[in-house]
């Protein structure tokens, strides 16, 4: 297996990681707990199906999975922001409600318990390199920016210092005349579009919608937040040194060295590690979860 | 939450004058009931339109639902055998939940509670007395569930590690190493799931009542019974109980007051655990007699919204299980006319509504309180000036 390979998969992995973590990073700096993104990027997955069989286009697609995503997020915002409901709980009661929603929707819609029809993807169905033509997807460059780019934001950017602000101490960020609850929303907004997209691409990269799809990976993609200790490059880091592990064990997985369920493991162990702080401490923003 | 004597009047009531001061902050009923009748209003509206999406007659689909489940002694058995397991995960949740701490991780802990309970079920030899056996069983199950949650208790009460994350990333891990002991070292050949006990059984509610026929209804909810009876005398009548409130109230004012606030997150982890392993006695021993992969299924978490229907009480939570388990097995009931998600969409429609409206509806009770207090000074203060009030101050 040549290291060409393995980095080119690894990155296909990475993708879906890559955006949701952008979304958890977004949500978590500005103080609102990222439970959701399994939910999220469940919701986007469905959209993009949606959009791409009815529109015909992968493009719509995308289209849907930012609809999608954004109306589960509005959902989000309007009970953790409105109605200053626990992060926690508005966190899970929106994965369960997705993963019920997309189900029901599957057979209203799809008349089927477990998967849409062949939806239209993005190009590179003939091509002789099923690994290169992946690469003609538009959201594979997205999910390689967004990071990197929203680091950028946060940290260059008025939008970035102000976002910090209200996610390490509102209070200070009220006495400058920043509108706490205003810029919350776009931050959740902004990270809710990019775990939809992280979803959008599985469902595109696939050519269809299956139940349960996102099979967790909103829940890695928040273990790679917090390993990455909320700083977008480290995160990054952390998104492909999972979907490295992950590589590793499809390419090994005829010489049964380690169990494949103890590979699965990885990104939870070493996040629960990095909270526990044996090497170097994984520090929460210090607003995140409070809502006044 | 003592029944204050003090109960919360209507909110028209509280326009009006009363003799006694109103309480301005506290666990009335009123507060804890309202926005559950709220939230299962928004449910069923939402239900409505999701049943004319799908071109059926929301009275049709409701009146199935109600029959598939309490019309018959099958239905109602399977209800109870739900509410069962949801019981336990419900009071999991609600009493780390009254020590200020989020165990999300309910659903690992009851696998793994299961699963013990199983492999020493299926290592007890055959001719051990059933009582000994379950004994055992129970323990084990206790065991299993408290080790799971001991670990995001020591992580928080040592580091400050934010016990939400730890539980729902040691869900994974849990689930993979169960996952990897059935499929790797020991289970039936062909199947997942562990060779059966010879010991521990606990008896079908169908021996005693013939028409519980074929319902998984088991004795276990003795069991979870006892544990809501019990949970609720250790928080409301002992020492520890009240130490538990106290750090989930105000841990600052209660390390003051002598308490150890990190030997108290790591008790009430530890017990919150034992509890949701405990569920797993359900399956396990009364109704396949083995421990089965993915035997949870979604249990652990839907414990949240029965703690949170429950409003953290023992009481509270034998009902709110009584209702999810309505739902889930409604939805099998309902699945002809409408796909069975409708009651999974109500789920968690009923979860978001009920963590939406319980702080909008208490904000809007204390401030119709307040208003009243302030009314009441008022009053007061002009009765004190022509004459004595005869009111007494329970203060």
Known sequence: ?292 | MSEPNTQMKSTGELLTVPAVPPRVAGNTLLENTLPIIVALAIAAVVGDLLILTFGESPATVYRLLVEGTWGNAYGIGQVLYKATTLTFTGLAFALAGRAGLFNVGAESQLAMGGFVAGVVGMLLPAGTPGALGLLLCLVAAAAGGATVAAVPGALRARFGASEVIVTIMLNFVVLALLNWLVSAKIHVPETLHTPPINSGGVPRLSDLFAAFHGSAANWTIIIAITAALVSWWYLFRTRGGYELRAVGLQPDAAEYGGISVPRVIWVSMCMSGALAGLGGLNFVLGYKGYYEEGFAGGAGFLGIAVALVGRNHPFGILFAALLFATLSQGGLAVNALVPKQLTDILTAVVILAVATAVPEVQRQLRAAAANALAAFTRASAQRLATQRPSTKDDA
């Not at chain 1, 089927?112 to 091509?127: D, I, K, M, Y």
């Not at chain 1, 099923?130 to 003609?136: E, K």
């Not at chain 1, 993609?221 to 064990?249: H, K, S, Y």
Request: net charge positive; proline share 4%.
């Open chain 1, 1 to 292: 297996m040549s290291a060409i390979a393995f980095l080119l998969q690894t990155i296909r992995i990475a993708i879906p990681y890559l955006l949701a973590a952008a979304g958890g990073v977004m949500s978590e700096r500005v103080g609102i707990i990222a439970l959701g993104l399994e939910g999220l990027m469940l919701s986007g997955a469905f959209g993009a199906a949606m959009g791409s069989y009815y529109g015909g286009s992968p493009w719509i697609g995308l289209l849907g999975a930012l609809a999608a995503g954004l109306v589960m997020t509005g959902v989000l915002a309007i009970a953790t922001l409105r109605f200053k409901a626990n992060q926690v709980v508005v966190g899970v009661a929106l994965n369960l409600l997705v993963v019920a929603v997309t189900r029901f929707f599957l057979r209203l819609v799809f008349d089927s318990a477990s998967n849409s029809p062949r939806v239209p993807g993005f190009g590179g169905e003939g091509t002789a390199n099923a690994m290169l033509a992946s690469f003609a997807n538009p959201v594979v460059w997205i999910g390689l920016v967004a990071l990197p780019a929203l680091g950028w934001l946060l940290y260059q950017t008025p939008f970035g210092l102000r976002a910090r602000a209200v996610g390490e101490k509102p209070e200070a960020a009220v006495t400058l005349g920043i509108n706490v609850g205003a810029l919350r929303l776009k931050g959740l907004l902004l990270g809710g579009a990019l775990a939809s997209l992280g979803g959008a691409y599985l469902a595109l990269d696939q050519h269809q919608f299956t139940d349960g799809m996102t099979a967790g990976r909103g829940f890695i993609a928040l273990a790679a937040v917090i390993f990455g200790r909320w700083e977008p490059m480290r995160v990054a880091v952390a998104c492909l040194l999972f979907a490295g592990a992950e590589t590793l064990q499809i390419q090994l997985q005829g010489a049964q060295l380690v169990p494949s369920q103890f590979v699965e493991m990885i990104p939870y162990v070493l996040t629960i590690v990095a909270l526990a702080g044996v090497v170097g401490r994984s520090v929460a923003p210090a607003a995140l979860g409070k809502t006044e």
